[in-house]
């Protein structure tokens, strides 16, 4: 995906050296406010459902909502700025299974049991600049953007060997709540519905290298070890946005 980021840069500054000598933007593009929900889609490792991969995340599909605006400083160039929540679900059925059998594998037990908790839940703040082309009630929008990605929780599993019952044997993956340096990118057309509103379409893609995961009775010498869960989802974002003036 970062070869992604590399093309939208690339978009990004051929267009405004395009538009430089331009007129004016027209007078309804102005500074705005947005609220938006939508779906957030975990992509590569992220929402990878493989055992012997430590990056995976088997994370799913799930909401997002949030706010953004952006002030337009210069002519078609704005500074914006996001703040959203994220929930890319939690631990299944399955994935318990997919991780047990990892389990017996590498220690090789007959039975593992593997209790799990909690949820990918986040939140994030990014800023960063935006380009947007005016097109009759049309306004294309192109921008980037870098900040916060913070955690609240991420699945927490246990992991028990051939029915012991004692907790203090279990390995465990902890819940974070670690933050982390984000960046991405968006996309996003915005339709003039009357007066001051805009209905908005927005594509946005969101990344980390990754968030600390804590662990106890585990060496890491054997079997799945996650130490940092690289975190990066593409969202399609549905939402209104009202013209500041």
């Known amino acids: 995906m970062k070869k992604t980021l590399t093309l939208l840069s690339i978009v990004l500054i051929s267009i405004i050296s395009f538009k430089a000598k331009a007129q004016d933007v ?44 952006a002030y337009y400083f210069y002519k078609n160039l704005a500074v914006t700025a996001s703040f959203s929540f994220e929930d890319q679900g939690e631990l299944t059925t399955n994935d318990a299974q997919i991780l047990a059998n990892g389990y017996n594998a590498d220690f090789k037990k007959d039975n593992t049991e593997i209790t799990a908790s909690d949820r990918y839940h986040s939140i994030t703040f990014m800023i960063g600049p935006q380009y947007s082309y005016v097109y ?22 246990t992991v028990m060997f051939n029915g012991v019952t004692t907790t203090s044997l279990a390995l465990n993956q902890l819940s974070s709540g670690a933050s982390a340096f984000g960046y991405g990118g968006s996309a996003a057309v915005r339709y003039n519905i009357g007066g001051r509103w805009d209905l908005t379409l927005k594509g946005n893609y969101i990344a980390s290298d990754g968030i600390t995961i804590e662990n106890t009775n585990n060496s890491g010498t054997i079997g799945r070890f996650v130490t940092k869960q690289p975190i990066a989802v593409f969202q399609t974002i549905f939402g209104f946005t009202f013209h500041l003036q």
Request: no cysteine; glycine share 14%.
């Open 136 to 157: 009759n009630k049309f306004t294309f929008d192109l921008g980037l953007s870098a900040g916060l990605f913070k955690s609240y929780s991420t699945p927490t599993t």
């Open 26 to 69: 027209p007078e309804y593009v102005k500074s705005y406010i947005s609220i938006m929900i939508g779906n957030s889609n975990p992509t590569g490792n992220f929402g990878s459902y493989d055992y012997y991969n430590n990056k995976a995340g088997f994370a799913k599909p799930g909401t997002t909502f949030g706010l953004s605006g």
